[in-house]
């Protein structure tokens, strides 16, 4: 009897294991990233570096990519441009730099801008970094060797530059931290980082005492730190997301290691405009990312210095604008301004709840007024509190609030809303949504939307609300409650939100989303659709599953009439204010659906056993060892392969 229950117990663990596996390495989206090209013959030109470097380093080198007519002027040693370092992770190469070099010198000839950057590169012999800790301190003592060199062949520059900018792929971001716990190394010599699937909070796996010894120095560096000797330094961190993994994006986070707005936290699958999750080796020629970050370097450049700003508070508007908030226009550095409305361009009054706006094309440009007071009553209640606007306007003054005076028929000048607005999936559909309760407005009393004529495929959608009936609280069944409930609660789940009133806007507070170790799945169907409706390439509804203490937000776009799908699930777990020892917010999880009103819905969570399983990369540090376990209970007992 024993031999038949050893086997059933190995059977059951293993098949576990393995079918967690598989849904960590087979349940994502496909790879959505662009390929970037070049368009002329790259070439990585070697940097001559000191003879006594040369000799410390034999291993290592020192380049600076260029291409066609740009290569051939970097071969002549004179240097006027911005410099950027590239470092590469474990068992990474020099020639990882190509994407970022060749964008950013493409985009700076396309805007036709008086600066550029220069893209040098450290060839670190692709040692495997990861695996062998006795390499970091040999690695980051030659990357600071290359800053300094860097900084010596501008000497004779017009508009020599104090800093180098880092750009850090895996364990590459960790050695540009490690340079500021080197004691000959200056810190001012280096204000921005910016890091692509870096494991800061610790090593994937801690495979010698070296590594450890590594993580234990910078880490402690940077939070002792963070506010004295590191305060001019602004840090971007970017996790690959569900595709990554070899680096959960739990381990890029930089709470408690540089504080907000100073550090940036997020995953590809959060950035604006790029809501792709790449795997570890794709994080460094995405093109939607690589785009995001040339498109932050340029806007961190002073115009006068024609060198990254020593304005901290700049740098980090420009991050937050590029990598979490992106209102769907160019940054601009200015607060909000207000506006000189044209009184020669009609003006028109709607006080409909919901009201909706779908033209071909704009003959003539027009202001559509929405009153906003907070003093909308009926039966003693108030109506509504809140309201969200989504629309494709790209105009940089789309959206305002006014206010309208006793006697007025319209206003006269507004404040600009438009740095509120945040975008939404797909890319090219250029929807952004506002959400804005009425409180925030202030003495305004009025919401203005400007519609531009000549625009093509406008859509405008305006839903007006009540903040209590939109955002809902759901407590998660937990896995007793699953079991207790199954099969219905994997299959079907609970139909318990049903969306019947033409409603753009509603949030579902997901109480209990606490552990990575648990993942949900949420389906909303459409229901009853207006069959003659024709949709547009881009119509449709967005899920997003907003993680607030680690912007690891995902994203679903869903046609006009598709169901569409998201899973539920963390990267980085809740922690409670007691132990917040990282200083996240704490915050619930909730999901936000934005939703098309031409159709009815119904959403419905359920339980993802498979997803659950497929949680297992965060115990991908514990499976490196195995351990016999004996179990023993009522005279029988079994061996079972257990992870540790």
Aim: charged share 20%; glycine share 6%.
């Amino acid at each position: 009897m024993a031999l038949p229950m050893k086997v059933v117990f190995a059977c059951i663990a293993t098949s576990l294991l393995v079918g967690g596996i598989l849904d960590c390495i087979t349940n994502f989206e496909e790879n959505g990233c662009e390929m970037t090209w070049m368009w002329e013959n790259p070439k990585w030109l070697d940097v001559p570096l000191d003879a006594t470097v040369k000799r410390l380093y034999p291993w290592y080198s020192l380049h600076v990519y260029g291409e066609g007519e740009y290569a051939h002027e970097l071969s002549k040693k004179k240097f006027s441009g911005i410099p950027v370092l590239f470092i590469p992770g474990n068992a990474g190469s020099h020639k990882q730099v190509r994407s970022l070099g060749s964008v950013s010198l493409r985009m700076t000839r396309k805007l036709g801008l008086n600066f550029h950057f220069n893209y040098f590169v450290v060839n670190l012999n692709e040692e495997f970094a990861a695996l062998y800790g006795a390499v970091l301190q040999r690695q980051t003592e030659f990357v600071h060797a290359c800053v300094k060199k860097i900084l010596s062949l501008y000497k004779s520059s017009k508009n020599p530059p104090s800093s180098v900018i880092l750009i850090g792929h895996s364990m590459g971001g960790m050695l540009a931290r490690a340079l500021f716990t080197l004691p000959h190394f200056d810190p001012q010599t280096v204000h921005t980082i910016i890091t692509q699937a870096t494991p800061h909070q610790a090593p994937v796996a801690t495979v010698d005492s070296v590594i450890d010894r590594f993580y234990q120095r910078v880490n402690d560096n940077w939070y002792h730190n963070s506010n004295t000797t590191l305060a001019h330094v602004t840090m971007v961190s970017t996790g690959g997301g569900y595709r990554d993994f070899q680096v959960r994006s739990g381990l890029t986070t930089l709470g408690g290691i540089l504080p907000e707005p100073r550090g940036i936290s997020t995953t590809t699958m959060s950035v604006p405009l790029a809501w792709v999750s790449t795997d570890h080796l794709c994080s460094v020629w995405c093109r939607q990312m690589v785009l995001a970050t040339v498109r932050a370097l340029l806007d961190i450049v002073d115009r006068k210095t024609l060198q990254p700003t020593t304005d901290v508070e700049q740098r980090v508007r420009a991050f937050h604008h590029h990598f979490l908030n992106n209102n769907g226009l160019p940054f601009s550095s200015e607060d909000s301004k207000h506006i000189k409305l044209d009184n020669k361009v009609p003006w028109e009054m709607r006080t409909e709840r919901i009201w909706r706006l779908n033209e071909k094309k704009v003959s003539k440009s027009r202001y559509i007024a929405f009153p906003v007071t907070s003093t909308t009553f009926i039966d003693g209640e108030q109506v509504t509190d809140s309201l969200t606007i989504i629309s494709n306007i790209t105009h940089k003054d789309w959206v305002c609030a006014c206010r309208l005076e006793d006697g007025e028929d319209r206003c006269t000048d507004c404040l600009s809303l438009t740095a509120e607005a945040r975008l939404l999936p797909p890319r090219y559909s250029h929807r952004k949504f506002l959400r804005m309760d009425v409180e925030d407005l202030g003495r305004n009393t009025h919401i203005v939307l400007f519609v531009p004529g000549g625009s093509r495929n406008v859509e405008i959608l305006v839903d007006k609300y009540h903040m209590d009936n939109r955002h809902l609280v759901y407590e998660l069944p937990g896995v007793y409650d699953t079991i207790i409930s199954f099969p219905i609660s994997v299959m079907d789940g609970t139909a318990m939100l049903h969306i019947n009133n033409q409603s753009v806007f509603y949030s579902l507070h997901l109480a209990g989303l606490a552990s990575p170790l648990t993942a949900y799945t949420a389906i909303v169907s459409p229901q009853r659709c207006d069959n003659r409706h024709e949709p547009g390439l881009y119509e449709g509804s967005v899920m997003t599953l907003s993680v607030p203490w680690s912007h690891e937000n995902t994203y679903q776009f869903f046609r006009y009439g598709e169901k569409g799908t998201l899973p539920i699930k963390l990267q980085t777990p809740r922690l409670l204010p007691a132990d917040n020892y990282l200083g996240y917010e704490h915050s619930e999880a909730h999901l936000e659906m934005y939703l098309h009103p031409g159709c009815h819905y119904q959403l419905r969570l359920l339980m993802s056993p498979s997803g659950s399983l497929g949680q297992v990369r965060f115990l991908v540090v514990v499976i490196m060892g195995f351990k016999v376990l004996e179990v023993r209970d009522y005279g029988w007992h079994a061996w079972l392969l257990f992870a540790f």
